[in-house]
């Protein structure tokens, strides 16, 4: 059992300093990297900004298209008391089929048409206002998004910490026990001690043994958790650096609120395109190409055209000024939740730090307490070996302080996850 217990502490030893050490910046860098959600908003806000320059294209460049059409109207002409058919009739006066006038026996056409917008810049800047406020959105979400990861995953990291120090606590425990069991075993086989005394010894020895094999599985677990937050496909034992989170200035500008700014954008670029339908349009057209409806005078009946259109709305309803109430009140919304989110904000800041001047107040005592308890450990040790103080109350001892340190490492563990969360929404 002895070289087994050994064995453990030495495989993990070498586990924690054997191999390379990864911190707090090498797990977000990883998580930031390999994250789908901040890969989509790079590939949106590209997106936006091509899509700024197709509204470029279709508010300032040419049109230039392609028509062709052919369809024959033959009739049955019956002039001259002859019925005969006719694929292009020109001069029919008694005929079964449809109207010549209407349909002239036929259209034969070829054209190139262009198309060109005229005076449309300002158009075009309004339009692509709001692709690029998308774009904006986008770049947004990406920073909101790496600061999301970087709470989430600084939350577990310090949960593999609170681990490591629950480990690190316990193999000095181990290693005390194991030197007074050993001290312990040679009085009782000298008969200066009871053989339960040794016992005793040796029962918490086992019982922080087992300890330490449920922290490392714990360890492990944890791990393997903040791998998979991160995306990395690690799956060895690893040891993590210390953390010591400080808390951040107080910030006078919150970068959170920067969403309710760029939303309120949005909604002003939303109403300024609605607009832009009541400004009048002007564009210049031109074609030319083949365009004639009887046959034998096709040869003669390439040519060209152009001109101008011109459209302006006069009434619809009124539906300008109703989308525009509208809008400002969906703007009331953004700034009601921005106001609200400042409030709520400024806060939960404030109770954050509370918390945090609590707990420190609380870890001053538990240290100055273990401080106490090890320098105790020390006199009853002597006291031991001259027989002035039982086995008893050593172990008694030990195990309250094995308390104390597991509780001293969770209040080192939440002071890191508040100043985590106050760091958050510090930002």
């Not at 990883?30 to 997106?47: E, F, G, M, R």
């Not at 005929?95 to 810049?121: H, R, T």
């Not at 920067?258 to 939303?263: I, S």
């Not at 609200?340 to 400024?346: I, L």
Request: aromatic fraction near 12%.
């Amino acid at each position: 059992m002895r070289f087994v217990a050994l064995y453990f502490v030495i495989i993990f030893s070498f586990c924690q300093f054997g191999f390379s050490q990864n911190d707090l910046n090498y797990y977000i860098s990883a998580a930031k990297v390999n994250s789908p959600l901040i890969q989509d908003n790079k590939n949106q806000s590209a997106a936006a900004k091509i899509e700024a320059e197709r509204i470029k294209a279709v508010y300032t460049k040419p049109q230039v298209t392609f028509m062709g059409s052919l369809s024959f109207s033959p009739i049955i002409s019956q002039d001259s008391g002859k019925t005969k058919l006719v694929f292009s009739p020109s001069d029919a006066i008694k005929y079964v089929g449809y109207d010549i006038a209407a349909s002239n026996g036929g259209v034969y056409m070829g054209l190139i048409n262009v198309n060109q917008p005229l005076f449309n810049n300002s158009k075009y800047k309004t339009a692509a206002e709001q692709a690029l406020i998308g774009a904006r959105i986008n770049e947004n979400n990406i920073q909101i998004s790496g600061h999301d990861i970087e709470k989430i995953v600084g939350d577990q990291y310090i949960l593999c910490f609170q681990d490591m120090k629950q480990i690190d606590y316990l193999n000095n425990l181990i290693e005390l026990i194991k030197e007074q069991k050993t001290s312990v075993t040679k009085l009782a086989e000298d008969g200066l001690l009871k053989q339960s005394d040794m016992l005793l010894v040796n029962i918490e020895y086992q019982t922080q043994l087992n300890m330490l094999n449920y922290y490392n599985a714990v360890y492990k677990r944890d791990l393997m958790d903040l791998n998979i937050l991160c995306g990395i496909n690690d799956t060895s034992y690893v040891a993590i650096k210390d953390i010591n989170l400080a808390v951040n200035p107080n910030i006078t500008f919150s970068k959170f609120t920067e969403k309710f700014r760029l939303d309120s954008l949005n909604l002003v670029a939303s109403q300024k395109i609605f607009e832009l339908k009541y400004k009048s349009q002007l564009s210049a057209f031109g074609n030319a190409g083949l365009n004639g409806v009887y046959v034998p005078t096709l040869p003669n009946r390439f040519g060209m055209s152009a001109g101008l259109n011109f459209t302006v709305y006069i009434f619809d309803g009124k539906q300008k000024s109703l989308n525009q109430k509208k809008t400002d009140i969906l703007i009331k919304s953004t700034q009601a939740y921005k106001s609200n989110f400042v409030t709520q904000n400024t806060i939960r800041k404030s109770k954050l730090l509370t918390e945090i001047s609590s707990l420190e107040a609380r870890m001053a005592i538990a240290s100055a307490q273990l401080k106490d308890y090890k320098q105790l450990l020390e006199f009853y040790k002597k006291e031991l070996m001259t027989g002035q103080q039982s086995v008893v109350l050593y172990i008694t001892t030990v195990k309250g302080l094995a308390t104390l340190q597991r509780d001293y490492v969770l209040m080192q563990t939440n002071k890191q996850l508040l100043i985590n969360t106050y760091n958050y929404w510090n930002w």
